[in-house]
């Protein structure tokens, strides 16, 4: 019994502590204004990110939008109310859909990248030999990872509900024949630019500074070998997927819940 | 050199990419138009009855939405809902006496206020209120007494 309460304890300690490194690598890697010849690490990262994600991200959309549509039209034609289906796609894609299953998307294809090539990193030595020829690893790895991160994920959550909207319009209008006026007259009818393109704007910058948040810490906080580094890429995907589904049902509650 | 030239232009492009779905997020899926100036005024009506009118509902005329319900109140001395729009300025010609009526769109749809001009020469001017109303049509009231008075 009191083996188990100091388990219990020695966990939680260690959870705090695990905490508190990463608010500091967070703190110290943002707290640097980067110079002139930085600035192409940052742009290399934002292609890294952002730019090698466009594939996975343009596909998933399309199709996602696409499925929505089929679905939506087999069960509200049934009402003959099939001229909703622009609305019902836009609200679901700018409020849930678009910003979660890109941060997903995005913990999958780009956070893991992040953890396992900081990890690398670590295991070989690459990050102690530039702190000893007095470079700072949070400026000039971490850093970049983290702002890119935070950019690339907001952008990359427009274009798939931009590309998913698109794609449903393609189904609904090209193939199932649902009226092209009704179609985005009902969507802007609906949409809201503040309630639901701006607060969907706010939960991608979230998610994005949370998966890069995760990603980078993984990496740089890992256990040098190799279980070390598969470890952390697999729990950098599965903590990164856990706070984004988390914080979305936090966020929706708060954003759209009845207590205000 | 040209290796970074091109992460140059495809990071460029990237970021015009996501800044266009943004305005296509905008534009075409909210349906913003910029030329549509904000310049409204308000005016109240009393209803007795709302049944399911909510914020942001439309103010129309003649079918045409000039404008939208801003606040919905409840004077809970007289039992009757205070509702406020926010009506576009280029209609500056409700008379004193025009009408608000709450209707539905469709059999099922949403509720909104439908407003009727009048006769009279005056015009209603920002916070005034309008005093023609007819609240909304409660599909079970009727079906209510129409079941009652075929029980008589």
Known sequence: MLRFLRLVGQRGLDVLASFGRAGILLFLSLWHVPGRREWSLYVKQVYQLGVMSMGIIVLSAFSIGAVLTLQFYTQLARFGAQDSIGLGLALVLLRELGPVVTGLLFAGRAGSAVTAEIGLMKATDQLSSMEMMGVDPLHRIVAPRLWAGFLCLPLLAMIFSAVAIWGGSVVGIDWLGIDDGQFWAGMQEGVEIGTDVGKGVVKCVVFGVVVSWISVYQGYDCVPTSEGISAATTNSVVYSSIAVLALDFLMTLVMYGEFK | ?152
């Not at chain 2, 001395?77 to 280029?90: F, L």
């Not at chain 2, 769109?105 to 206020?113: A, K, P, Q």
């Open chain 2, 1 to 152: 050199m040209m290796r970074i030239r091109t992460i140059e232009i495809s990071v460029g492009a990237f970021l015009v990419a996501g800044a266009l779905a943004l305005v296509f997020l905008v534009v075409r899926v909210s349906g913003i138009n910029p030329a549509a100036g904000a310049e409204t005024y308000t005016l109240h009506a009393r209803f007795d009855e709302i049944a399911g009118l909510s914020m942001r509902a439309k103010v129309s005329m003649a079918g045409v939405t000039i404008g939208r319900v801003t606040a919905i109140e409840i004077d809970s001395e007289y039992g009757e809902a205070i509702v406020s729009m926010a009506i576009d300025k280029r209609i500056d010609n409700l008379s004193v006496d025009a009408g608000a009526r709450i209707q539905t769109e469709g059999i099922l749809g949403g509720r909104y206020v439908s407003i009727v001009l009048g006769a009279e020469d005056e015009y209603l001017v920002d916070g005034d209120t309008i005093t023609e109303t007819q609240g909304a049509f409660v599909l079970e009231n009727l079906i209510g007494e129409l079941v009652t008075r075929m029980g008589n």
